[in-house]
């Protein structure tokens, strides 16, 4: 592969077995995977002036104000970032890089999560911030495909849930929905504005018979998801990683190893009691998509062994392996994978059981997921080891 276009992912070693495994990305932000010599070279036509001008340096001040623990030096770094991006020729750039990373990263089906109202400064349109971006994703499959390799990629229009444009942000999805816009978000400050601040779009998105998926149970609690699945029809929980809220004996359980549930008094092992919400959300199999090293900095999780996300699986909820912010987080859905089997004893057979449960997910035609799982993913982990 041309490591100048497809760059080895943050964080993997180059001959890392993991790399070639085909993955599904459902929950990777456009502004949190810029490559920093991109970021430099936009914020000099901008005249934005960067933490600083060497990339290496650059991606360190990513990844150090991601992980410092300061709320206003993490949402610095999205300050950043938005500088730069506030073009169609710079939307078109990002855009396309963020498909040829997810190529490097052996991703076959990714979902662009942004906001097209952040990127309206210098006078662009809603529509025009958007077409600007399927110009990008557009020409980077197409660069893929010149190159051998195979990717399928579509927009998450999202709006800002602190923010009161959702309905007309969901009306531009709408407009958009044959021409690379395949579901709709709210993203941003999660504590104080509930889903259903913006029940209008999800009524409206959901009479159009259009996806949804909502960031949810992250920096919120079990309400925040509640709202996001039974008010707002969500199909998916971005995150949800604080349903474990709703499993009474949750931590009790996670102190003990080995232990998915509790312990009767002959001394096996039985499923945990289960509220209502983390039953509807096990029984309908609605996917979570947990992101575990952006949960850890988020202080959703306090490590990889304890993230709940081996446990959840263990417990047949429907989880995803997703990167989140790749370069706040200085990682790729490789990079998760690979911290999953080495600190959470996850094995092929799991890696693989995530990646079909994505792609099921995926908000594509049910024709080409199944395609997909038949010429790519099976093939795939069957000639794959770890």
Not at 16 to 21: A, C, T
Not at 118 to 134: F, I, P, S
Not at 143 to 169: C, K, P
Request: charged letters at 25%.
């Amino acid at each position: 592969m041309d490591h100048e276009l497809f760059p080895t992912p943050a964080g993997v070693d180059a001959d890392d077995p993991i790399l070639n495994l085909p993955k599904v990305s459902l929950h990777d932000h456009l502004d949190g995977g810029l490559r920093p010599a991109t970021i430099i070279e936009l914020a000099a036509e901008a005249g934005h002036t960067p933490p600083s001008t060497d990339p290496e340096e650059l991606r360190a001040w990513f990844s150090e104000s991601a992980d410092s623990g300061d709320l206003p030096r993490y949402l610095e770094t999205f300050d950043q970032t938005l500088a730069v991006m506030q073009t169609a020729p710079a939307l078109t750039r990002v855009a396309r890089e963020w498909v040829l990373d997810q190529v490097a990263d052996g991703v076959v089906v990714a979902e662009a999560r942004w906001a097209p109202e952040q990127h309206l400064r210098n006078g662009l349109t809603l529509d025009q911030a958007v077409e600007a971006v399927q110009a990008g994703i557009e020409e980077g499959t197409r660069i893929a495909a010149e190159a051998g390799r195979s990717i399928r990629a579509g927009q998450l229009i999202t709006a800002m849930r602190q923010a009161d444009r959702s309905t007309e942000i969901a009306q531009l999805a709408l407009r958009h929905r044959d021409a690379g816009a395949v579901g709709f978000d709210i993203a941003g400050p999660e504590k104080g504005f509930p889903p259903a601040a913006h029940l209008e779009a999800f009524d409206l998105l959901h009479r159009a018979g259009f996806p949804v998926t909502i960031h949810a149970g992250e920096a919120d609690g079990v309400d925040s998801i509640h709202e996001a699945l039974l008010v707002c029809h969500a199909q998916r929980i971005g995150h949800g990683a604080r349903i474990t809220e709703d499993i009474p004996g949750w931590a009790q359980a996670a102190a003990v190893d080995g232990v998915m549930g509790d312990v009767d008094g002959d001394g096996m092992e039985t499923a945990p009691d289960m509220g209502r919400l983390a039953e509807w959300i096990l029984d309908h199999q609605v996917p979570l998509e947990l992101c575990p090293s952006s949960n850890l900095q988020t202080a959703a999780a306090a490590s990889i062994a304890e993230h709940p996300i081996t446990r959840l699986k263990e417990l047949g909820f429907a989880v995803t392996v997703n990167p989140d912010n790749r370069l706040m987080s200085a990682t790729s859905v490789s990079r998760e994978m690979r911290l999953l089997v080495d600190h959470a004893n996850w094995t092929l057979d799991d890696l693989e059981w995530v990646t079909v449960t994505a792609l099921g997910s995926a908000f594509l035609p049910y024709g080409v997921r199944e395609a997909i799982i038949d010429e790519q993913l099976v093939p795939g982990f069957a000639r794959a080891s770890l």
